[in-house]
């Protein structure tokens, strides 16, 4: 049987269309392909949404990326008044580093609401954050959760035995840091804002917001010098992979 | 001689082999409390469950799932459903083979079909012509290369850039949907009746048919740590009940030494939110 997941059988990477002949042969259509194109098509013929609505979500959806929750972080650290509206005022602090939360539709998306809070890490408490009941993400600001966030493993036990989940991604977390879980099982959506790490002082907002990664905003990994990507970790690559626009198609940095 | 590669595969499949015992399980004629309980537990909400440590992966999405994701946040625009009911009553409420057995944005379309269906938006005849038509059309099961051809025709596209954390937001390149969502609560907005501060705890109310309760706070204590919104019940939005009283929600926090008996750091905590009539006082 082939292995359509091998490593390096394929690679791909920004625009390249419907020009995929590297990737690997698929010998039969997703039943979950299949009847999504149904619901499409049938929706649409119904006229209950229209093209245009998928198209203009879509787009919406492929300028999703953490780069604009690093920024918030970043320019966190250097101008005490911003951080200060991070906590007030997280909507209007989101708009300042380009993200507006009432978009696309005006009312925000159906998944994420408009409820942001930004959670601060001191010297003696650290954030983590999981939705154990589904998936809810800020995904306005840091794009989509990562898989294993939405998985059942981190799910189940990073309520239960943070310390230990924590330090298998590589984090641990002293004992005399108090460690505060925040389960997402609402409408407010989460995101950390980490301690800024030694060694930066001087630094650019830019500089600052290349080492502020996902996973430090997720609370799984601490920002420092030198570290701008997350991981290493496995890669499960797609057998037909997002083909549209500017969706990142490599381990988010 | 195997690869390294494939000498790591036997190597996990053989991991992962458990014994089982099995037990018939056809309509006993009666179930203790306990099982009851167990059996009625939604089956989305894991939080504590033991599990073995897992290899964290990143997994890149395919196309089909990033579009399942569009299409069904699309229904949502056009008051076909709001989330609530997504993802509990249509993605999440399908007993645990399914819940387990499909991938995770699978579980997303099986229940919008099912929406469609259930609300008549289209007959049950009319999604299975439509699936047998795509697969036709498609030819399952020839080789193909790339993508799904569509009859769906999308039109141009132009690129929008909201995400590099540099450029403003672009207002007005979007679809009007209205002054407000489809899901938008219209009832009154009852007081709150806790403050900062406040020891409350968790009712322990029946998990039947649905919850956004975690089954692991249930009886226990904590603090308000905050007072974020007013809005419907869970059990109300799922519904569609938007009319219903609209209720203060807060920031619950717990000592997790009082949520799992055997935890062994003092300090550690963990917060969740709750509507108004979750919470009652603590003495």
């Known amino acids: 049987m082939a292995d359509k997941h091998k490593d390096g059988d394929h690679h791909h990477s920004g625009d390249h269309g419907h020009d995929h002949a590297a990737a690997p042969m698929v010998d039969e259509i997703s039943d979950f392909e299949i009847l999504e194109l149904a619901v499409r098509e049938l929706a649409i013929e119904k006229g209950l949404f229209t093209a245009e609505d998928h198209r203009a979500f879509s787009e919406w959806n492929d300028a999703r990326s953490p780069a604009a929750g690093s920024r918030m972080v970043a320019r966190a650290w250097t101008d005490p008044a911003y951080k200060a509206r991070v906590f007030d005022d997280p909507l209007n602090a989101s708009k300042e580093v380009g993200v507006d939360w009432s978009e696309p539709s005006g009312f925000g998306t159906t998944s994420d ?3 942001l809070t930004v959670l601060e890490d001191t010297p003696t408490l650290h ?31 990073i309520v239960r035995w943070p310390r230990e989940v924590l ?21 407010s959506r989460f995101m950390v804002l980490p301690v800024r790490p030694e060694g930066t002082e001087g630094w650019t907002e830019d500089q600052l917001a290349e080492i502020v990664t996902r996973d430090t905003m997720i609370g799984i990994a601490m920002p420092k010098p030198g570290r701008t990507t997350d991981g290493p970790r496995p890669i499960h690559r797609a057998s ?3 083909h549209s626009g500017g969706r990142p198609t490599e381990a988010p940095k | 001689m195997p690869s390294p590669k494939e000498t790591r595969r036997i190597y996990d499949a053989g991991s992962h082999l458990m014994p089982a015992i099995h037990q018939a399980q056809d ?11 167990a059996y009625i537990w939604p089956t989305h909400d894991v939080g504590g469950q033991p599990y073995a440590p897992q290899i964290f992966e990143e997994k890149e999405d395919e196309e089909w799932e990033n579009n399942v994701y569009i299409t069904c946040e699309v229904l949502g625009f056009r008051g076909m459903w709001n989330a609530e009911e997504r993802r509990r009553r249509y993605a999440n409420d399908i007993g645990l083979t399914l819940y387990y057995g499909f991938p995770y944005n699978a579980r997303w379309i099986w229940g919008a079909a099912k929406m469609l269906v259930d609300k008549n938006y289209v007959s049950l005849l009319e999604l299975q012509g439509k699936i047998a038509e795509i697969r036709e059309r498609l030819g399952v099961n020839s080789n193909r290369r790339g993508h799904a051809p569509s009859n769906i025709n999308h039109g141009d596209t132009t690129k929008i850039h909201t995400g590099t954390g540099k450029s403003p937001s672009s207002p007005g390149k979007y679809i009007d949907y209205g002054p407000t969502p489809p899901w938008e609560p219209t009832g009154e907005v009852q007081p709150a009746r806790f403050k900062v501060g406040d020891r409350v705890r968790v009712k322990d109310l029946p998990a ?14 904590g603090t308000i740590a905050a007072l974020t919104y007013p809005d419907l019940v869970p059990a109300d939005e799922a519904w569609d009940r938007y009319d219903a ?28 939110e709750y509507p108004d009539m979750w919470l009652e006082a603590a003495d």
């Open chain 1, 113 to 115: 609401y408009m409820h």
């Open chain 1, 127 to 157: 954030h983590v954050i999981v939705c154990t009941l589904c998936s809810c993400y800020p995904r306005p600001i840091l794009g989509h959760s990562p898989y294993w966030y939405r998985a059942p493993n981190y799910r189940r036990r």
């Open chain 1, 167 to 187: 330090a298998e991604f590589g984090l641990i977390v002293p004992p005399e840091v108090e460690l505060r879980v925040e389960d997402s099982n609402a409408k």
């Open chain 1, 240 to 242: 037909r992979p997002v």
């Open chain 2, 27 to 37: 309509w006993p004629y009666e179930v203790p409390h306990t099982l009851y309980e």
């Open chain 2, 208 to 221: 039947i048919f649905y919850t956004r309760t975690q089954m692991y706070v249930r009886n226990m204590t």
């Open chain 2, 245 to 272: 009283p609209q209720e203060q929600y807060y920031i619950v926090r717990f000592q997790q030494k009082d949520l799992w008996a055997e935890y062994p750091f003092e300090n550690d905590t963990l917060q969740s």
